[in-house]
């Protein structure tokens, strides 16, 4: 009949209907998830936060040997730089582990710590204080306190309970040093059992760490899930005098929110499983 066509199944008057394709198999589609996560991981260790973990005691009570700290990466890159009262993860300057036993992770461990996902196990990382920056004056008389440009710290918040400010010793307890442009001298809060600044001044440095050994700033105590806590810089480096710079501050907020972010699952997954 004139003005009738007919058409095959799955065809239409434009011809052939296109068939649908199958979606990939589940195992086709792992390979490229993992990788993607992969990359993910890779780039927020480089950029963003990277995993540290404690080695020994010389942060106690703020730190405890075993902890994992995240470690803000983002903020260096905009150009800001280690401020008094924050606690910092750096490069050994001038062979400061000397003799410290070192892990001797396996392949996978590496793998893991090479990608963020696990803390760096053979890099050689210290971590502490920043007591004086670029062009301050730092002091330690007697048991203390400790002096940065004349004005007193009360570090009674952080310091180890049962230390004093200060050590009475002639290895290098007792000091007065000026900090060069581009350096910071960083102290432990286990002032009796932290080898820092104080005893590394016969180094190329004379004790300083430069500025471009920095990693980043340790944000917040990510494991275990019960020390969980951020890491604030003290009260006593606000005092007037002391001439901080509080305008970089605001540059660490978004790195820190970042952190929490990502360590808030972690938490209420444990949370479930107990």
């Not at 730089?81 to 392949?107: I, K, Q, S, T, Y």
């Not at 290895?171 to 005893?199: A, C, L, T």
Request: proline content about 8%; charged content about 20%.
């Amino acid at each position: 009949m004139t003005g009738e066509y007919s058409t095959a199944e799955g065809e239409g008057p434009g011809g052939p209907a296109r068939t649908p394709k199958k979606p990939r198999s589940f195992w086709k589609e792992l390979p490229i998830l993992i990788g993607i996560a992969l990359v993910l991981a890779l780039l927020i260790k480089t950029f963003l936060v990277q995993a540290f973990s404690i080695p020994s005691d010389s942060m106690q009570n703020t730190l405890q040997q075993g902890d994992r700290v995240l470690v803000d990466k983002l903020t260096p890159w905009f150009g800001s730089e280690p401020e008094r009262g924050e606690v910092v993860v750096f490069h050994d300057p001038d062979n400061w582990l000397a003799g410290e036993p070192v892990a001797d992770p396996n392949a996978f461990q590496t793998f893991l710590s090479w990608i963020g996902l696990m803390p760096s196990a053979e890099e050689k990382d210290l971590i502490k204080r920043v007591v004086g920056v670029g062009g301050d004056t730092v002091e330690c008389k007697g048991t203390g306190p400790l002096t940065v440009n004349g004005k007193a710290l009360d570090e009674r918040s952080y310091v180890y309970a049962g230390n004093t400010p200060c050590s009475v010793d002639d290895q290098g307890g007792q000091f007065k040093v000026k900090v060069p442009e581009g350096y910071i001298w960083v102290m432990g809060d286990h002032r009796q059992n932290s080898r820092d600044s104080r005893y590394n001044q016969a180094d190329k440095h004379n004790g300083m760490v430069p500025v471009k050994d920095v990693v980043g700033r340790a944000i917040v105590i990510a494991w275990p899930v019960n020390r969980w806590d951020n890491l604030p810089v003290p009260d006593t480096f606000d005092q007037t005098g002391l001439n901080a710079q509080p305008a970089a501050a605001g540059l660490t907020a978004a790195p820190q929110g970042l952190a929490l972010l990502g360590v808030v699952p972690v938490v209420l997954w444990r949370r479930r499983k107990q």
